[in-house]
């Protein structure tokens, strides 16, 4: 067989595709896995690109590549792959990780509850899984320390005027946007294509209007945005909707305000949400924080405890939610397949 590369995968989701790569990546260098990250990121973006393009992906579909941990205190490594960039820090994706490993039995599973540390390009984990019958019920990390940078900024944005936002840090930056600034604009599905380019349009403005970048990874700034509301279903703190850029946005170019919606309920962008709400004074420590998504599915947060991040005002933010193992499969490529880093078409990238 002709095959350049091969590799296995555990299909998993919450809503939001989120693949788990096990084999087929030889030794990655690195002392930690942020090295590792940034090095495969600069010398085989490849599997990126296969995993997270057509044939193969689609514009929702996330990554995730088991490597071994280079801290003591971690089971395993994690390195985080999304449609643009190589992220420090994913909430799905860490869940997707400690379900596959669990219920695959590569990690050993201890019922009721199973505790460990995952290495994330980010850093160290904490992972605690509710199992049950060989099932993971529940996964609530620990995560890094999230921070808002800005409140109620005030940006123009092309097409759309003048919209307020919050910057937040959560695991990435997210502008945080609230979403009744907009007439007729509900966090739903039928609302998808108009959440989208809303959010691309308020991206793209902040990008280029706000500058931040976290102190301790050089070069990171504003990737993502999440917007927000009311909730829709009764015990919920607020509904979101995360929306991932699928490529490079122009404002005169229509075509290009796209991106793709989470499927699920972001993590890191719940972390962002209730770093929002407790530099506004809307959330206490150990408050329950219920973000749903815009399918549905639930995670519930708390802040808690209050640190600094190099000046910032921080809480530490735990997350928890449910994965579902759907599929597992081996993907190949072949030494005469044309599309050697997969493709994208503008229909609906």
């Known amino acids: 067989m002709a095959f350049k590369r091969m ?92 379900t596959a490993l669990l219920e695959t039995g590569l990690l050993p599973m201890q019922e009721p509850v199973t505790e460990f540390n995952l290495e994330a390009p980010a850093g160290l984990i904490p992972i605690k899984a509710e199992c049950s019958h060989g099932k993971v019920t529940q996964v609530t990390f620990k995560n890094v320390p999230a921070f808002a940078v800005h409140l109620d900024k005030e940006i123009e944005v092309p097409h759309l005027g003048k919209v307020k936002v919050d910057i937040a840090w959560g695991g990435m930056f997210y502008v945080v946007i609230d979403a009744t600034q907009f007439e007729g604009l509900t966090l739903v599905p039928e609302k998808g294509k108009d959440i989208v380019r809303i959010s691309a349009l308020v991206t793209k403005a902040a990008q280029e209007q706000i500058q931040v970048e976290h102190p301790d990874y050089p070069g990171v700034g504003i990737t993502l945005s999440i917007m927000h509301q009311p909730p829709l279903t009764p015990g919920k703190t607020m509904r979101s909707s995360n929306v991932v850029m699928s490529g490079e946005i122009d404002f005169n170019n229509p075509a290009t305000w796209t991106g793709a919606l989470d499927r699920g309920c972001c993590g890191t962008g719940t972390c962002a949400l209730m770093a929002v709400a407790y530099a506004k004074g809307k959330l206490k420590l150990n408050e329950p924080f219920y973000n749903e998504g815009l399918m549905g599915i639930t995670f519930t ?25 759907y599929g597992f499969s081996k993907w190949v490529l072949h030494e005469t397949d044309p599309f050697p880093n997969g493709f994208t078409i503008g229909d609906v990238w």
Not at 73 to 96: D, H, L, T, W
Request: one cysteine or more; hydrophobic letters at 40%.
């Open 301 to 325: 947060g708390h802040a808690v405890e209050e640190t600094e991040i190099h000046g910032y005002k921080a809480i530490v933010p735990t997350v928890g939610g449910q994965c579902w193992i």
């Open 7 to 98: 590799f296995d995968a555990i299909e998993v989701h919450e809503g939001e595709p989120l693949r788990v790569v096990t084999t087929g990546v030889p030794t990655i260098p690195g002392d930690s896995v942020y090295e590792m990250c940034r090095w495969l990121e600069k010398n085989d973006d490849q599997l990126r690109l296969l995993m997270l393009r057509e044939p193969r992906g689609t514009p929702a579909t996330c990554c995730n590549l088991i490597v071994p941990a280079k801290d003591p205190r971690a089971a395993a490594g994690f390195i985080i792959m999304e449609q643009v960039e190589y992220p420090m820090m994913s909430g799905g994706n860490v869940m997707a990780v400690a």
